[in-house]
């Protein structure tokens, strides 16, 4: 169930789902996204959709990773990327692949300490990891050329927003359970502009560590 049949048969599903970018359907190809989740699940991590990962968390549904990256690459390659909750590390390891230097931050210790694995085993350099609260950002490695954050707040936090350069994209769900908005916000002159880019359903961001 995770041969290469079945990740060809996920990348025909997200180009029907729109996802154009061939770097981000190259990546996920060749990302073992089973090694991220319990092995009683393996024979369903090559399906289009969300999987738990303990600790009332999940990791996120393919096309949503696909089209978090592809909008965050839209403009040109970003050197510094910060995400906001690792989760597994399946999201970071993407990123790992794509831009210069990942900097993840997760709230729930444990969760954080496989995600390490996971990275580990993959022989990722570019990557630090953090166990905070996304809430208040990496602010020692500010400012960064984009963030990405998988899990969704109420509100845009304002310190994100402070930590992004100039000309940086942040991609972040917004909104209570079931009226979530996938935004792209951009850093620009003016101050920000603000694009909707799916409807979603992601874990709410807490405040906090675990």
């Given at each position: 169930?995770?041969?290469?049949?079945?990740?060809?048969?996920?990348?025909?599903?997200?180009q029907s789902?729109?996802?154009?970018?061939?770097?981000?359907?190259?990546?996920?190809?060749?990302?073992?996204?089973?090694?991220?989740?319990?092995?009683?699940?393996?024979?369903?991590?090559?399906?289009?959709?969300?999987?738990?990962?303990?600790?009332?968390?999940?990791?996120?549904?393919?096309?949503?990773?696909?089209?978090?990256?592809?909008?965050?690459?839209?403009?040109?390659?970003?050197?510094k990327v910060l995400e906001v909750g690792t989760g597994c590390g399946y999201q970071t390891a993407i990123l790992a692949q794509l831009v210069g230097k990942v900097y993840s931050i997760e709230r729930i210790d444990a969760l954080l300490n496989k995600a390490r694995e996971n990275i580990r085993a993959l022989k990722f350099r570019n990557v630090r990891c953090k166990h905070g609260d996304g809430n208040h950002g990496w602010p020692e490695h500010a400012p960064y050329d984009g963030i990405i954050v998988s899990a969704a707040p109420i509100g845009v936090p304002q310190t994100l927003l402070e930590q992004?350069?100039?000309?940086?994209?942040?991609?972040?769900?917004?909104?209570?359970?079931?009226?979530?908005?996938?935004?792209?916000?951009?850093?620009?002159?003016?101050?920000?502009?603000?694009?909707?880019?799916?409807?979603?359903?992601?874990?709410?961001?807490?405040?906090?560590?675990?």
């Open positions: 169930m995770t041969s290469q049949r079945t990740r060809e048969r996920l990348i025909l599903r997200l789902m729109g996802i154009q970018s061939d770097a981000v359907l190259d990546v996920i190809r060749n990302t073992p996204r089973h090694i991220f989740v319990d092995e009683a699940l393996a024979s369903r991590s090559y399906e289009n959709t969300a999987l738990p990962i303990g600790y009332n968390q999940t990791i996120s549904q393919p096309y949503i990773v696909a089209k978090m990256t592809e909008a965050l690459l839209e403009k040109g390659v970003p050197d992004l350069a100039e000309h940086g994209r942040l991609i972040i769900p917004v909104g209570k359970a079931g009226q979530q908005k996938l935004l792209l916000i951009t850093r620009t002159d003016d101050g920000f502009q603000k694009e909707q880019l799916d409807l979603v359903s992601f874990v709410p961001m807490l405040e906090g560590v675990g």
